[in-house]
C-alpha cells in the first residue's frame, strides 16, 4: 500500500493562485460590461467562488489566516471590479476612451465613481462573495483545529 503524504499548506502557492484566479475573473467581469453595456454586479459572487476554491486548492491551509486571504481578495476584486465597471459606463457616455480615463484618474475621482455605481445590491453581492471566498477558503479546516 502506497502511503498518501501529507498536504502541506503554502500561504505564498495560495496568495499567487488566488491573484490568477483574481484576474481572469475581473477580465470576464469586465468583458460581459463592455460587451453588454450592463452593470453586472452578480458577477462578484462567481468570482467569490473562484477565489476561494483557488486558496482552498493551492494554499491547502489548515488556518484561518487561508480564509482571511481570501476574503480580502475577494473585497479587492469587488471593489476593482466595479471601479472597472463604472469606468466603461462613464467612458461610453462620455466618448472618451477607457485607457484615457483609467490614465487621468485620481484617488478622489475613484471615489466618486464607486459612490456613483455602487448600490444596495452591490454591497450584497460583494458581501456573499467575501463571506463564500472566506468559507470556501476555511473549509480544509478541521474542528478540532478551530478549537
Known amino acids: 500500500m502506497d502511503k498518501i ?7 505564498t502557492c495560495g496568495l499567487i493562485a488566488t491573484l490568477i484566479s483574481s484576474a481572469i475573473c475581473l477580465l470576464v467581469w469586465v468583458l460581459c ?3 453588454s453595456g450592463l452593470k453586472i454586479g ?3 459572487i462567481p468570482s467569490g467562488i473562484a477565489i476561494g476554491y483557488s ?7 489548515n488556518s484561518v489566516r487561508f480564509g482571511y486571504f481570501a476574503g480580502c481578495c475577494a473585497l ?4 476593482l471590479g466595479n471601479y472597472c465597471t463604472a469606468a466603461i459606463i462613464f467612458s461610453n457616455l ?7 480615463l483609467i490614465l487621468k484618474t485620481n484617488f478622489s475621482m ?3 465613481l464607486l459612490k456613483a455605481i455602487i448600490g444596495p445590491i452591490d454591497f450584497l453581492t460583494g458581501s456573499l462573495s467575501i463571506a463564500i471566498a472566506y468559507y470556501i477558503g476555511l473549509k480544509g479546516i478541521t474542528e478540532d483545529r478551530l478549537k
Open 55 to 61: 486558496m482552498r486548492i493551492f494554499g491547502k491551509g
Open 42 to 44: 452578480w458577477m462578484a
Open 94 to 100: 462620455k466618448g472618451i476612451t477607457i485607457l484615457s
Open 76 to 79: 479587492f476584486l469587488w471593489l
Open 33 to 35: 460590461v463592455r460587451l
Open 110 to 112: 475613484i471615489i466618486i
Open 5 to 11: 503524504a501529507p498536504k502541506k499548506e503554502s500561504l
